[in-house]
C-alpha cells in the first residue's frame, strides 16, 4: 500500500495548523471586520441626521439624537457583517477540505486493486458535502439563509458532519494515503458545524420546527413532477434507515468503533442526499 513518510506527514501538520492559525488571526483582526458601506437603511438615517444638522441649527437635541441613532445602526450592521464574513469564510474552507478530501480518495484509487468504482463512490460524499457548503456560502452572502431551504440544507449538512467526525478513529494510527485523508475529512466535518450552526441561527431556524416541516415534505407533493422526486427520496431515505438498523446491530454485538465508523460515514452521505433530494422536491412543487 501507499505509505506516507514521517517528513509528509509533519508538512501535513504544518499546513493544517497554519489554516487554523491564519483563520484564527483574521476571525480576531480587520480580515473579519466589515469593510462594508452602511445598509440603505442607515444612510437613509445619515441623509436626515445631515439635514437635520443643517436646518435645525436651533434644536441641537434632535441633531444628536439622530446621531446616537446612525452610530447605533452602524454598530449593528458591522456586527451582523462580522457575523456573515465568518460564515462565509468558514463553509469556503470546509468546502476546500472537503473537496481535497474528494479529490484525494479519487487519486488514492487509480492503479490500485479495486479499481476506480469504490473510490469515486466513497468521494461522492465529501465532494456532495463541498457543493452543499458552498451553496451555503453563497446564500450567507446574498442574506438568503432565512429561506426554509437553505435551512433544511443546514440541518442535513449538520448530520453529515456529525457523522464525518467519526472518521477520526479511522485515522488514529494510520500510516497509508488512505488513512490519512481521514483526518482532513474529521478536520473538514469540525470546521463545517461552526459556520452551518451559526448561519442556520442568523437566518433564524427554529429546530423542532423546521424539522416538522422537513417531515411534512416527505408525505406532500404538488404536481407530477414533485411526485417523482418524492419517490427518489424516499428511496434514498429507505436506504439510510436500512443503515441505521445495520449500525445499532453493529452496536448490540459488540463491534470494534472503527467498524462503526465506516457506518457512519456512509450514513452521513445518505443523509446528506437525502436532504438534497428533499430540496429539489420543494422545488419542483414550486414550478
Known sequence: PMRINQTSIMKI????????????LLSATSGFVSIAPISGAASRVVVVAKSSSVVGNNNNND????????????????DNDSV?????????????????TALGICY?????????GLPLYAASGPYLAAGVSSTLESAASADRLGSDTY???????????????????????GTTLRQQLFYVLSLASLLSLSPTAAGYKNGGGKLFGDIGGVIKEFFTFRNLNGFI??????????????????????ISE????????????????????????????SAADRD
Open 151 to 173: 435551512k433544511r440544507l443546514a440541518l442535513f449538512l449538520t448530520e453529515f458532519n456529525l457523522c464525518g467526525l467519526t472518521t477520526v478513529l479511522l485515522a488514529i494510527g
Open 229 to 250: 422526486y418524492l419517490g427518489g427520496v424516499w428511496f434514498v431515505a429507505a436506504l439510510k434507515v436500512l443503515k441505521i438498523v445495520d449500525i445499532v446491530n453493529l
Open 84 to 100: 456573515t464574513n465568518r460564515i462565509v469564510f468558514g463553509h469556503s474552507l470546509s468546502s476546500f477540505l472537503f473537496v481535497a
Open 13 to 24: 501538520v504544518h499546513v493544517l495548523t497554519f489554516l487554523l492559525t491564519t483563520s484564527s
Open 108 to 116: 488514492n484509487g487509480i492503479g490500485g486493486p479495486i479499481g476506480l
Open 63 to 78: 441633531a444628536r439624537s439622530s446621531t446616537r441613532m446612525v452610530r447605533s445602526l452602524a454598530m449593528a450592521t458591522d
Open 254 to 281: 459488540g463491534n470494534a468503533a472503527k467498524t462503526l465508523a465506516t457506518r457512519a460515514v456512509r450514513l452521513g452521505r445518505l443523509a446528506l442526499l437525502t436532504g438534497t433530494m428533499l430540496v429539489l422536491k
